[in-house]
């Protein structure tokens, strides 16, 4: 059998969401759209190779609930980039309140057999054991986001690089220390849901990098990423903190509420770094009258992405511009820093 000819163009998009929150000061962002975007469209229409309709796949999808803004958009993106093409077929189930609710919902998905399952689990390790049960049925799984600890419960895995969040938020707070001469930093950090291994290896690679040029986190809080709870946890931070130099802040999302507490304190001697790269952040940042001076990017995209490849894999095409013929066993996309300075060239990719 001869390789197919690839082209298949790289996508990355996000979409915009409206406001939402508990209060004036909480405006958060959620996004509610998921048709395909020019851009998805244009990708999935470009002549030859991969992007030529070929054998029709079903694809089953299961997300958590769209609590915030950055969960809504990897079910958008997911919708929105199987709409793009013609030979795909999309069926998504409710994901539930929690891992065992979502597992009974999967193995509904299961039973329809479609071609491919992605899945981004509410806990990877609760639900390696369906991942391990569909791919012995032959149905492969693309798993999302939250990593299944066994590899043989997914066909391609696909994350953003948690580590490297932290790594890259450390890396700028250290280059910012350098080139204002502080040599002995108070340094804040409000991380995500600590039982999530994702807030774990975020946390190590800052507190490693900063231990490196030996620096250490002063006082960390662990907030929910959502709104209230970064607001919460915000307003302790720095209740703690008489003095601050930097804060990092895990998830934008929960960052409104970060910020929110910030205004409400009314000091202004620290920055403050973000996480994920909400539009908001970016806006922030560009604007540059906030204490906020980046973020540190975990994009949803990575949704769109997991659909394509998942239709990839169900009709045993590989990845354009790679020579194998199957698509790869893992992708980990780099976490890149957004700053007052690039931050024009992210907004078209800000959830």
Known sequence: MTQHSRDMSRRRLL?????????????GCTGNESQPTEAQTKAAAAPGGNNEPGKRVTIGFSAPAA?????????????????????????????????????????????????????????????N?????????????????????????????????????????ATYLIEQFKAKGVSNPVIGEIAGMDELELTQER???????????????????????????????????????????????HDDDQGIGVMAAVAQSGRKEFFLV??????????????????????????????????SLARLIGQDRGMSDLVELQVPKEIILASETITKENAGDYLKLGF
């Open 129 to 169: 054991a369906f991942g391990l049960e569909a791919m012995k049925a032959g149905i492969p799984v693309v798993n999302l986001d939250r990593g299944f600890p066994d590899a043989r419960a997914y066909r391609l895995q696909i994350k953003g690089d948690n580590h490297g969040m932290g790594v890259a938020a």
């Open 203 to 249: 946390s190590k690679g800052f507190a490693d990098t900063l231990a490196a040029s030996g620096f250490k986190v002063a006082n960390r809080r662990a907030a929910r990423f959502t709104a209230d709870s970064g607001q919460q946890e915000a307003a302790q931070l720095l209740q703690a903190l008489p003095k601050i130099d930097a804060i990092w802040n």
């Open 274 to 307: 973000g996480g994920a790269g909400s539009k908001k952040a970016m806006e922030d940042i560009q604007a540059d009258n906030t204490v906020m001076k980046a973020t540190v990017t975990y994009s949803p995209s990575m949704a769109s992405s997991a659909i």
């Open 15 to 27: 979409f915009g969401g409206a406001a939402v929150g508990t209060g004036v000061l909480l405006a």
């Open 67 to 127: 609590d915030h803004g950055w969960i809504a958009a990897i079910t958008n993106n997911a919708k929105a980039q199987a709409g793009a093409y013609s030979d795909v077929e999309f069926k998504s189930v409710e994901a539930g309140a929690d891992a065992a609710a979502q597992r009974a919902a999967l193995s509904t998905l299961i039973s329809q057999k479609p071609d491919v399952i992605v899945l981004l689990p509410h806990d990877g390790k609760e639900l």
